[in-house]
């Protein structure tokens, strides 16, 4: 996996995020328990997703335009902000009526969905061309003999079979979630995929 598929991928990911957070938004307060846990998920997946963004904007820095570049800095400032401001709304909000938080919620959505759109179109095509004229290559999947977060349940499982009492342990499911990387279900299970990936370490050691 290459670093633009990485990103998409992580794109994909979070648009699934915000149509479960906008179906249950039109359920309405009952579901405001499953609201406050996916935002709070999303938020660390934002920040993950931007820590690999920007570090790969930093290489190419030279060949962005920087009117581009400061606009999407300040969206990528923006949005975790945005986020912050909804999971505190959800610590403030009393009786769980979701009336603060549906307008702020439906517009960070919104608004994170023209920004994923947008870098696709412009800013994704703009790397990859600048990725392959320097020839350089970043984020695969790491030498076999060390567990990386983009690598598959199936291929740790597989290499390292001591491990899936760890997958077992964290309920995750190897036969459902085995085509996944192993930050995509770390996200799903409510954990950092460094953390995660420590336990199969230690199992492995």
């Known amino acids: 996996?290459?670093?633009?598929?990485?990103?998409?991928?992580?794109?994909?990911?979070?648009?699934?995020?915000?149509?479960?957070?906008?179906?249950?938004?039109?359920?309405?307060?009952?579901?405001?328990?499953?609201?406050?846990?996916?935002?709070?998920?999303?938020?660390?997946?934002?920040?993950?997703?931007?820590?690999r963004e920007e570090a790969l904007i930093a290489a190419c820095r030279k060949v962005l335009d920087p009117t581009a570049l400061a606009h999407i800095q300040l969206e990528h400032k923006d949005e975790p902000q945005h986020l912050r401001t909804i999971n505190r709304l959800f610590?403030?909000?009393?009786?769980?009526?979701?009336?603060?938080?549906?307008?702020?919620?439906?517009g960070m959505i919104d608004g994170l969905r023209h920004h994923m759109a947008?870098?696709?179109?412009?800013?994704?095509?703009?790397?990859?061309?600048?990725?392959?004229?320097k020839d350089v290559e970043v984020i695969t999947t790491g030498a076999p003999s060390r567990l990386h977060e983009t690598m598959t349940v199936n291929r740790v499982v597989q290499e390292h079979p001591q491990t899936k009492r760890t997958f077992e342990r964290f309920f995750i499911?190897?036969?459902?979630?085995?085509?996944?990387?192993?930050?995509?279900?770390?996200?799903?299970?409510?954990m950092e995929s460094h953390e995660l990936i420590g336990?199969?370490?230690?199992?492995?050691?």
């Open 1 to 51: 996996m290459n670093a633009i598929e990485r990103l998409k991928r992580d794109h994909a990911i979070l648009r699934s995020k915000l149509d479960v957070l906008e179906s249950a938004l039109r359920m309405g307060p009952e579901t405001w328990f499953v609201l406050r846990e996916v935002c709070f998920t999303l938020s660390k997946q934002i920040r993950d997703h931007l820590r």
């Open 173 to 190: 499911n190897i036969p459902l979630e085995g085509c996944n990387c192993l930050d995509e279900v770390a996200w799903r299970h409510g």
């Open 91 to 106: 610590v403030q909000e009393q009786g769980h009526t979701l009336d603060q938080i549906r307008p702020v919620l439906t």
């Open 118 to 133: 947008e870098e696709e179109a412009t800013l994704f095509p703009t790397i990859e061309r600048a990725l392959q004229s």
């Open 199 to 205: 336990e199969l370490e230690a199992a492995i050691a």
